[in-house]
């Protein structure tokens, strides 16, 4: 599936609309990290790779723009460790499994 990611740098947001539905991961900037906070996929739309493609869009910008690849978000966490090549790291505030929605 071709997704068009939109990235609102004042926001700070990495959103996309899947069949009229909104998708959304949110980010901080902290300590020269970029840390995912939230991943946001609706149910109806869920099951496609929507979020796995969100937070690789977030973590390439990360890359890109000289920023560390950090997850609070359990998602974004188990992201990282299923793709060490990003070398990113678990945010000090992520409190266990549950701690964002998919």
Known sequence: M????EHD???KIFSVVVDGV???VSYKLIDG????????VPDEI????????????????ALENGYKPVA??????????????????TGKDFGGEGTCAV
């Open 22 to 24: 909104t998708a959304h």
């Open 9 to 11: 740098k004042e926001k």
């Open 72 to 89: 609070t978000c359990s998602y974004a966490v188990v992201w990282l460790q299923r793709h060490p090549e990003y070398n990113g790291i």
């Open 46 to 61: 869920g099951g496609r790779g929507i979020a796995s493609a969100l937070v690789k869009a977030a973590y390439d910008y």
């Open 33 to 40: 990290g970029l840390d995912i906070r939230h991943t946001i």
């Open 2 to 5: 071709i997704m068009n990611i």
